[in-house]
């Protein structure tokens, strides 16, 4: 339920555009007297809904500021659902700071981070998960992070949603019902069939959960760090994989004491890959404190690549147990070169061995489809739908997850039952916004950019 005080009278304005000098320059402004501001500024005495005006701009002595387009709409038939003005002019920063000081001269206030997507919001034109969509469009950094994203902006997300809400609240009606005119010889679980369809709505959430796990990877990317003994040839990897010279090559073995981070798009895919010190007893105590880094960084990563010279290194990382046991590993066995052998994957210890030249980039390729692989992001070309999702969204469906378990351990309690689908009910909620805490809302939307 939307909030009403958060919603007010005031009009808002701010560059919409990139900061920076560009060929058009955009300020949009959003509220009650955006048609007010635009005529002063512009001289225009009518103007006309969903049309686009060339006109002059004039500050409030008369000059002329500029000649561009003003783009009009009236609410609810706008972005915000308010009355919406769009001036598009040349983009110089100057002229537009100059402009938008006229625009806050005539009455509008500077606009807060993400405000105007926050009025949609509270304007019922798009749901939570739809807005924080358009955060997710902007700062998408792979081809599929945007495709993704402009999936939940289309609310193909909040639709598998609100399907799934409709159905539990249909269940949570017939058992009230059922409580509230109970027939001692009729059991109304049973002839409900709540159990085949709650089963049915858990493999849905699952599903869903599969696909958000997913969506939130591609959008936020993950950590991949290399481990292996000095010399074993981590740098030259991190280097082929950013084609980059980011890590020192060398024949000295410790040379790299600090991680070595890159970020790489591998197959549309956003990946931080660190390049940790190598593992090994020493006494210097600077390459001591980096190796002691280095096991920090294995427990933080999604997957970790583990670089070998020999594949009886194996059984050393398993005795020593550097990893948890439901990290994500794959065995890389490079340096083929100096045996004349060929690129191959087998599996070693109930992880994936990849074989490679790091040195005359061997291998390579296989390696990278086992690191997608490993993520469970191997169809991304098929026919499944992906959307962008957030960590929030992850908690949540872990959440409806929790107490959609408890609802099927309540069968002999229908009170109880009901209560835990009121429970997986209010979480899904939490998704589109339907119910948000206020200060919930304000910690999504200050992460937006100013004239979004």
């Excluded at 990139?18 to 058009?24: E, L, S, T």
């Excluded at 074993?232 to 040379?255: C, H, M, R, W, Y």
């Excluded at 296989?366 to 991304?380: F, R, V």
């Amino acid at each position: 339920m939307i909030n009403p005080s958060l919603i007010n009278d005031v009009t808002i304005a701010a560059i919409a555009s990139a900061a920076g000098v560009g060929g058009v320059g955009v300020i949009r402004i959003s509220g009650s007297q955006s048609f007010d501001i635009a005529k002063k500024i512009t001289g225009i005495k009518v103007i006309k809904s969903h049309k686009v005006n060339l006109v002059n701009f004039k500050d409030k002595n008369g000059n002329l500021i500029d000649k561009g387009l003003l783009l009009a709409f009236k609410c609810p038939r706008s972005y915000t659902g308010e009355d919406v003005i769009e001036f598009q002019v040349h983009g110089g920063p100057s002229l537009l700071h100059y402009l938008l000081e006229e625009t806050l001269y005539r009455g509008a206030r500077i606009a807060e981070p993400g405000e105007f997507t926050k009025r949609a919001f509270l304007n019922n034109k798009i749901d939570l998960a739809q807005a924080e969509a358009v955060a997710d469009i902007i700062n998408a950094s792979t081809y599929n992070a945007v495709i993704n994203a402009a999936s939940s902006l289309n609310g193909n997300f909040s639709i598998k949603i609100n399907s799934l809400q409709k159905k539990i609240i249909d269940i949570r009606m017939y058992i009230e019902a059922c409580l509230d005119f109970p027939d001692d010889d009729i059991d109304f679980i049973k002839k409900g069939q709540i159990e085949k369809k709650l089963l049915a709505i858990k493999q849905e959430i699952d599903e869903l959960f599969k696909v958000a796990k997913k969506g939130q990877i591609i959008q936020d990317g993950f950590q991949m760090c290399l481990v292996g003994k000095p010399n074993v040839g981590k740098s030259t990897l991190i280097n082929l994989f950013s084609q980059e010279d980011l890590a020192i090559v060398t024949d000295i073995p410790g040379t790299t004491r600090d991680p070595v981070r890159a970020l790489i798009n591998l197959s549309g895919i956003p990946i931080k890959i660190v390049d940790t010190a190598g593992i090994r007893e020493t006494s210097d105590s600077i390459e001591k404190a980096g190796i002691d880094k280095t096991l920090e960084i294995i427990q933080s990563s999604s997957l970790v690549l583990i670089v070998l010279e020999h594949e009886d290194e194996i059984h050393q990382y398993i005795e020593h147990s550097i990893f948890g046991h439901d990290a994500k590993i794959i065995w890389v066995l490079n340096k083929i070169d100096l045996l004349s052998q060929e690129p191959y994957q087998k599996e070693a210890n109930g992880y994936p061995l990849i074989s490679i030249s790091a040195k005359f980039n061997r291998g390579i390729q296989i390696l990278e489809k086992q690191i997608i692989k490993s993520l469970g992001l191997e169809n991304l070309e098929g026919n499944e739908q992906i959307f962008s999702a957030r960590q929030r969204h992850i908690e949540a469906l872990s959440d409806i997850m929790i107490h959609m378990n408890q609802a099927f351990q309540n069968f002999e309690h229908p009170e109880l039952l009901a209560e835990e689908l009121l429970l997986v009910q209010k979480f899904m909620s939490t998704v589109t916004g339907e119910f948000t805490a206020d200060d919930l809302l304000g910690e999504i939307f200050s992460r937006f950019c100013i004239g979004k």
